[in-house]
């Protein structure tokens, strides 16, 4: 009897009673179709991803060479899969002997991350030092590790599962492992995929009642080849009608992060378990579905982890068009703001500023307020946004922070080593008391007809500033800092990314409504450096930030990480002006809202020309529910107001519904 798929039908568990049930699993399709008959269901096997293992892995047998060269190089290894581990071992073995191999893994630490991996390694010859409790993520994988071994300096090796998991990379580095990845096979699309396109078109017409995901990259294959084959919108709202399982929490995060919901999870994460538990809860989960109408269309994709503030009360606000936006609900016209819509190009702003200095207004939540409420009452936008500026958390951890006119923010006392991070005191945001307080004040000048955003610098690019010591270019002193020492750097970032959580959550607490993170130069990143020196930090800051509360996630220069900026988290996904929103849009799978993006640039153009562009923005949106018009960045010192005011009720007029 397999613990991995037995379930017995006659322990009392309610059958599917003839629900139509499609499972993704791949390799034990033949099991799991048995399982889902014996309870009663018709099974509908739709094999949605294969192994491929990789010819010629250098990888693999440079591994094994340091591990067999007399004193191992590596302290512990991590064997996160039950068919990585043998992969690995195979590949290993056309080289050296097994028991060489088991007998040196015997003399370091080895991580089994669950039951596949522990069976896979004693089967091979290697009994787990440190196996790692369930639900088995990779926080229990690093929890386990970090209490028996003392990480700092020393050399670990993770085999991997297809995919890096840049969570556990980012997690060991901060506390001082030197990571060695070790790819053993990728992931791919069945050779044979015509039965998950029969089950894709079953779900999209209605035709199934149950879908079970074992894998997290099942659900990644299951959503693009739907999007590819032109039914993607059909297909989740076929899955948000229907009764949606999933193995355990890292499937559960990936279905979450396309926009859908988990509905249930089995006790154990087993395949027997999950169909067990599919069978006692299908049957009432879809009469819940179906009654709801609101699940015809797909439900917002909050942040992994993220958790709604209990007990609160439903928000005076929640219909205002822009929070419908925000859920990727309909609204009655496209809700429009702009990025520094209170600022320097407003005469109203420049009498202010040429009595005060810039952090002056800042600090004087009177003065601070004043400014984003005037210009809210003259554009007439959809959202205010408190005056307040990205590096304001830098000023209690008293590095310099001054702004040189005509030269920006300066940095006097830069970070560039561990003893510069060490130098630097725990902050205590309410040493930023004075944005909550201008906060308050305008809630209560306009909290009731208008939400009001609180923003943030994201952890990257507030450490782009405090290692540059200013603004950059190239950001030269940032990715030598993150490829010659990634445990400060890490450090650096898990500091970055508290403080940025905490500064948010006041904000909140004030009265903000949503809440923007900005990450101006994280743009300045290839894919995979923001995989493993971005993603998880600021990924930490979202999933803190409670679901009640949108999360508009903002960077420039950023088309080649809108997936990973996903991936991170937001509800809405800021764009700018160089991409296409359509194409954007769809390569996000519309599980996301988006914001943009018009180039600020066009509001020096004229008024005709300004309509024109706004019409070919909101054309490229299309009507879809979740489209904030906004600019691709800030609003420039010379743009005419006339101007600025003549976009917004553009939009305003042009995408009434």
Same mark, same amino acid.
């Given at each position: 009897?397999?613990?991995?798929?037995?379930?017995?039908?006659?322990?009392?568990?309610?059958?599917?009673?003839?629900?139509?049930?499609?499972?993704?699993?791949?390799?034990?399709?033949?099991?799991?179709?048995?399982?889902?008959?014996?309870?009663?269901?018709?099974?509908?096997?739709?094999?949605?991803?294969?192994?491929?293992?990789?010819?010629?892995?250098?990888? $693999?047998?440079?591994?094994?060479?340091?591990? /067999? $060269?007399?004193?191992?190089?590596?302290? &512990?290894?991590?064997?996160?899969?039950?068919?990585?581990?043998?992969?690995?071992?195979? $590949?290993?073995?056309?080289?050296?002997?097994?028991?060489?191999?088991?007998?040196?893994?015997?003399?370091?630490?080895?991580?089994?991350?669950?039951?596949?991996?522990?069976?896979?390694?004693?089967?091979?010859?290697?009994?787990?030092?440190?196996?790692?409790?369930?639900?088995?993520?990779?926080?229990?994988?690093?929890?386990?590790?970090?209490?028996?071994?003392?990480?700092?300096?020393?050399?670990?090796?993770?085999?991997?599962?297809?995919?890096?998991?840049?969570?556990?990379?980012?997690?060991?580095?901060?506390?001082?492992?030197?990571?060695?990845?070790?790819?053993?096979?990728?992931?791919? /699309?069945?050779?044979?995929?015509?039965?998950?396109?029969?089950?894709?078109?079953?779900?999209?017409?209605?035709?199934?009642?149950?879908?079970?995901?074992?894998?997290?990259?099942?659900?990644?294959?299951?959503?693009?080849? &739907?999007?590819?084959?032109?039914?993607?919108?059909?297909?989740?709202?076929?899955?948000?009608?229907?009764?949606?399982?999933?193995?355990?929490?890292?499937?559960?995060?990936?279905?979450?992060?396309?926009?859908?919901?988990? #509905?249930?999870?089995?006790?154990?994460?087993?395949?027997?378990?999950?169909?067990?538990?599919?069978?006692?809860?299908?049957?009432?989960?879809?009469?819940?579905?179906?009654?709801?109408?609101?699940?015809?269309?797909?439900?917002?994709?909050?942040?992994?982890?993220?958790?709604?503030?209990?007990?609160?009360?439903?928000?005076?606000?929640?219909?205002?068009?822009?929070?419908?936006?925000?859920?990727?609900?309909?609204?009655?016209?496209?809700?429009?703001?702009?990025?520094?819509?209170?600022?320097?190009?407003?005469?109203?702003?420049?009498?202010?500023?040429?009595?005060?200095?810039?952090?002056?207004?800042?600090?004087?939540?009177?003065?601070?307020?004043?400014?984003?409420?005037?210009?809210?009452?003259?554009?007439?936008?959809?959202?205010?946004?408190?005056?307040?500026?990205?590096?304001?958390?830098?000023?209690?951890?008293?590095? =310099?922070?001054?702004?040189?006119?005509?030269?920006?923010?300066?940095?006097?006392?830069?970070?560039?080593?561990?003893? #510069?991070?060490?130098?630097?005191?725990?902050?205590?945001?309410?040493?930023?008391?004075?944005?909550?307080?201008?906060?308050?004040?305008?809630?209560? &000048?306009? =909290?009731?007809?208008?939400?009001?955003?609180?923003?943030?610098?994201?952890?990257?690019? /507030?450490?782009?500033?405090?290692?540059?010591?200013?603004?950059?270019?190239?950001?030269?002193?940032?990715?030598?800092?993150?490829?010659?020492?990634?445990?400060?750097?890490?450090?650096?970032?898990?500091?970055?990314?508290?403080?940025?959580?905490?500064? /948010?959550?006041?904000?909140?607490?004030?009265?903000?409504?949503?809440?923007?993170?900005?990450?101006?130069?994280?743009?300045?990143?290839?894919?995979?450096?923001?995989?493993?020196?971005?993603?998880?930090?600021?990924?930490?800051?979202?999933? &803190?930030?409670?679901?009640?509360?949108?999360?508009?996630?903002?960077?420039?220069?950023?088309?080649?990480?809108?997936?990973?900026?996903?991936?991170?988290?937001?509800?809405?996904?800021?764009?700018?002006?160089?991409?296409?929103?359509?194409?954007?849009?769809?390569?996000?799978?519309?599980?996301?809202?988006?914001?943009?993006?018009?180039?600020?640039?066009?509001?020096?153009?004229?008024?005709?020309?300004?309509?024109?562009?706004?019409?070919?923005?909101?054309?490229?949106?299309?009507?879809?529910?979740?489209?904030?018009?906004?600019?691709?960045?800030?609003?420039?010192?010379?743009?005419?107001?006339?101007?600025?005011?003549?976009?917004?009720?553009?939009?305003?007029?042009?995408?009434?519904?």
């Amino acid at each position: 009897m397999n613990p991995q798929t037995d379930s017995n039908s006659s322990d009392g568990t309610p059958g599917f009673g003839r629900l139509r049930v499609v499972a993704f699993e791949s390799r034990m399709a033949a099991e799991v179709a048995t399982m889902i008959e014996r309870r009663g269901g018709v099974a509908i096997i739709a094999p949605a991803m294969r192994e491929v293992p990789l010819e010629d892995n250098h990888a $693999a047998l440079d591994f094994a060479d340091r591990l /067999l $060269a007399g004193k191992s190089e590596f302290e &512990a290894v991590i064997f996160m899969t039950g068919v990585g581990t043998r992969a690995l071992f195979q $590949a290993m073995e056309t080289r050296h002997q097994r028991a060489s191999i088991a007998a040196a893994l015997a003399a370091i630490a080895t991580v089994a991350r669950g039951p596949k991996a522990i069976r896979a390694m004693r089967d091979l010859g290697v009994e787990p030092s440190i196996m790692v409790p369930e639900p088995n993520t990779w926080r229990e994988v690093l929890s386990a590790l970090a209490s028996q071994v003392e990480l700092k300096g020393k050399r670990v090796a993770i085999q991997e599962y297809g995919v890096s998991n840049h969570e556990l990379t980012a997690g060991l580095e901060a506390r001082g492992a030197r990571v060695t990845i070790i790819p053993v096979y990728r992931w791919t /699309l069945p050779a044979d995929r015509a039965p998950l396109r029969a089950a894709l078109n079953a779900i999209a017409a209605g035709a199934a009642d149950v879908a079970i995901f074992t894998s997290s990259n099942q659900v990644t294959n299951v959503i693009q080849l &739907a999007d590819a084959e032109g039914i993607g919108d059909a297909v989740r709202r076929g899955l948000a009608r229907m009764a949606v399982g999933s193995i355990g929490p890292v499937c559960s995060e990936q279905i979450r992060a396309y926009g859908l919901r988990v #509905d249930f999870e089995p006790e154990h994460s087993k395949l027997g378990h999950l169909v067990k538990a599919a069978a006692a809860q299908a049957a009432s989960i879809l009469i819940a579905n179906r009654a709801d109408t609101h699940r015809i269309e797909p439900g917002p994709a909050p942040n992994p982890r993220r958790r709604a503030i209990s007990n609160a009360p439903r928000s005076p606000l929640a219909d205002h068009p822009m929070l419908k936006a925000c859920r990727r609900e309909a609204a009655p016209y496209t809700p429009v703001w702009l990025m520094r819509q209170a600022g320097r190009y407003m005469p109203e702003y420049r009498r202010v500023r040429e009595r005060h200095g810039f952090l002056e207004m800042c600090k004087r939540p009177e003065l601070a307020a004043e400014v984003t409420v005037t210009a809210v009452e003259r554009l007439k936008v959809d959202a205010a946004i408190i005056f307040a500026d990205i590096l304001l958390p830098l000023i209690p951890m008293e590095v =310099g922070l001054h702004f040189e006119k005509g030269d920006g923010p300066v940095i006097d006392r830069p970070v560039r080593t561990e003893a #510069d991070l060490e130098r630097i005191p725990t902050v205590d945001v309410a040493a930023l008391g004075f944005v909550g307080e201008a906060i308050k004040l305008v809630h209560r &000048a306009i =909290g009731a007809t208008t939400p009001l955003i609180g923003f943030a610098g994201a952890p990257f690019t /507030l450490a782009s500033y405090l290692i540059e010591g200013g603004s950059s270019r190239q950001y030269q002193a940032t990715k030598t800092f993150m490829y010659m020492q990634p445990e400060t750097w890490h450090r650096l970032m898990e500091r970055l990314a508290r403080t940025t959580a905490d500064y /948010l959550k006041m904000q909140i607490a004030a009265g903000a409504d949503i809440v923007q993170i900005f990450d101006s130069w994280v743009g300045s990143l290839g894919p995979d450096d923001y995989r493993r020196f971005v993603l998880p930090h600021t990924a930490s800051v979202i999933a &803190a930030i409670p679901a009640d509360v949108p999360v508009i996630h903002f960077g420039t220069v950023t088309g080649n990480l809108l997936e990973l900026m996903r991936e991170a988290g937001g509800d809405v996904i800021g764009l700018d002006w160089r991409v296409d929103l359509a194409q954007a849009w769809a390569r996000l799978n519309y599980s996301v809202a988006v914001q943009g993006n018009l180039d600020p640039i066009a509001l020096f153009a004229d008024v005709a020309d300004i309509r024109t562009r706004a019409r070919a923005i909101l054309d490229q949106a299309g009507g879809r529910p979740g489209h904030i018009f906004n600019l691709g960045h800030g609003i420039l010192p010379d743009t005419p107001v006339d101007h600025v005011i003549a976009l917004v009720d553009a939009v305003h007029e042009m995408s009434a519904r």
